[in-house]
Structures are given as C-alpha cells and as structure tokens.
C-alpha cells in the first residue's frame, strides 16, 4: 500500500498510525531502534536551548533556583504529598535513602534479584547484606509473600522494584512488614497501584533521571522522594557532604547533588511526561492487542497488570520462547530488543559473598533466559508495533 508523497504504509491493520517511510525502489523496510531520543530532542530543541542557555547566563551551576524549582516542580507532580530531593544519579538516591533510615553493617535488606545491579549495590554501599527473594512469575517483580517469609530481626527494610514500570505490590508488604519501605521507582514515574503513586508510598522513593528512562536527563542525575519531613532533611544533609550548615559536616555523607543544567532540561521534559506516558500506554495496549489477536499467547507472554495497577512501560517486556533466536530473528527485520536482564544479581561475582548459588530464585533466573523487551519509545509509530507483532508472529509460524 503506497501513502502520500510515495511513502508505503507497513500498518497491517487500519491506517491509524503514522506512515513507515520507505526508500521507494528499494525493499528494505525503516528500522525500529529498540529506543531513540531523536525525534523527542528534535521537537524540544528550541525550549531546551533557552533553558541551558538561561543557566550558563547566569553562571550558578551548583544548587540555585533552577535546581530549587525542579524539586518542587517535581514533587507537583509526583503527589502524595512528598518532598524531592534532587541528587547526582538513581544509584546515589537508593543509597542517600537507605542511609537516611540508618541502614549499615550488620543489617539486611530484602530485595529482587531481577533489577539494575544499582538496586543491590546501594545496599553493599551501605554495609548492609541483600537478602534476595524470588520474583513473582507473572508481574516480574518482588514476590511479596516470598519477600515476607525472609524477614528476620535483621531485616532493617525492604527494597522493592517497580520493574519496568509497574509498581510492586507495597499495599500487602506495607500490611504485613512494620519497618521501613524503599521504593525503587528509577523505571516507574508517574506509576501508580491502589490508587497511590510510585514514590509516594514507601518511607522513600528513588528515582533516576538516566536519559533512557521516561523523565530523563542528559546526564546522571536522580531525585528521593519522601513524605517524611525529618528523612527529607536527613538526605539533603547526607547528599552534601553530611553538612546542613556550610563547613560543619555532622556525618560522613557525599557530594551528591543534581546540576542546575540537568535540572533546566528536566523542567522541560516535564511538562510532557504525563502525555509521554499516555503514548506509552497506548503503544503498549497495542502490542497486548496485537500479540493477542495472533494467537501467540503460548510463545509470548507479556509482563502481567494486576488490577489497581497503571503501568508506566518503562520498558515493553516479554516472556518469550527461544527468546535469542527471537531477538536474532527481529534484528534481521531492522528491529532492534533489548534484553533486561540476561543475569539474575544473585549469580554475580560482585554478589558473591551473599553466598546463593544457582537454582536459589528459580523464576528470576528463568526469566534471565526469557525477557525480551520490544521497542518502546512516546514517538513509536503505532504502524511499527503492528511490523514488530507481525514479525514475531512470523517467527513462531516458522517454527510451529
Ligand atoms: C531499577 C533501577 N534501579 C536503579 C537504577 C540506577 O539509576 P542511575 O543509573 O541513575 O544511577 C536504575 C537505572 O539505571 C534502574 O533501572
């Protein structure tokens, strides 16, 4: 089917998506880049070229008010009633607000094996021990009962993952654990489940502004959330130096500060995270769609939404079968995946000396073999999630 101006339609369904340009004479079809930032930084280019610009002009790169006025442009729109607390990196916020509830050696800390290794790391930073527990088969985050039945005297908090995007289930472990929770929402802005959103519900949120993910910046930077105004100020003291007044250092903290030129690019983006995710979300309604209507439910699974859930889609992840071949299979068709994870934390070198060897979390360490992220991006055509459907249909019709 050839569009305006020569340019052939790939939508197998109606034409409600954009068009998928083609070279015309050649059969090649466009890529689909597993992720890209191009068209996002095309369309702000002007807004955020006066917002750097703004900041160089006024020549206070560290603190100031454009940091200020991220931070409570943030908290706006999280809710909740949290503080934000803006800092150096996702990695440096998990580990700010474990140290802000006094996690340190001879603690524990219960989390997922199936994350970023930051998620981990933080707590090794602290001196605390990781206590692993398996994964839900279905939603691909922390098992809450399996969570929960690792609780010990020692267990100083739990560390739950909103992994790619959807929040982990924190009303039952809040029910049934009476310490602290820190939610990692670094891949769950704007995520919310029973009504309340990711950052807002655990002693402290974690987010990171790593520029893949759906609020990014154009650099490191992070930001802790919390209700709590005593932890707030316990962070923002531990974040400078652990100095709440200039060159009195009551604790030994860090430098861990978010730049005033990543916080001038986030305030831009912010105003377009809430119709970003909108566009995720229909993207991804779309895959669920799609996937379903070619019959592909005993290959491909989807990341399960439990009810009460909004899912932000981070990422699009898949449990799929021969999951390699599949990714090989795309890539020969221009489109791009990625595989998050292809190692469960527990099976690590740098977390060796938690001593768990293979076979411990069964479900993490399947889905190691099994997740499959499809492209996913706000400015993904709905045209080419159709190509991208179509072509693991055509994978598994070859080899049925
Ligand atoms: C789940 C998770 N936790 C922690 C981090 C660490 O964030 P950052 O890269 O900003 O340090 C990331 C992102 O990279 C992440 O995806």
Partial sequence: MVGKRGIAITDTKQNTGRLQAQDPGRTAPTKIPSFTLTEQIAALRPELDAAWARVVDSGQFIQGPEVAALESEAATLIGG?????????GSDALYLALSALGVGPGDDVITTPFTFFATAGSILRTGARPVFADIDRDTFNLDTAGALARVTPRTRAILPVHLFGLMADLTTMARQFPGPIVEDAAQAILASRDGRVAGAVGALGCFSFFPTKNWGAFGDAGLVTT???????????????????????EAPGIN???????AA?????????AEWTTARQALAARYAEGLADAGLAEWVTPQAVPPGAQHVYHQYTVRAQARDALAAHLGAAGIGTTVYYPHALHLMPALAAVGVGAGAFPEAERLTQEALALPLFP?????????????VAAFYRGRA
Avoid at 265 to 273: I, N, P, W
Avoid at 379 to 391: F, I, K, Q, T, Y
């Fill in 265 to 273: 690019v986030l305030r831009v983006k912010l105003r377009h995270v």
């Fill in 379 to 391: 400015e993904l055509a709905p045209a080419a999630v159709d190509r991208v459907v179509d072509a």
């Fill in 227 to 249: 209700r709590d105004p005593a932890l707030a100020d316990q962070v923002k003291m531990l974040a400078r130096h652990g100095a709440r007044q200039k060159y009195y250092h």
């Fill in 256 to 262: 861990s500060r978010l730049d005033a030129l990543q």
């Fill in 81 to 89: 009633g949290v503080t934000a607390i803006g800092v150096a990196s």
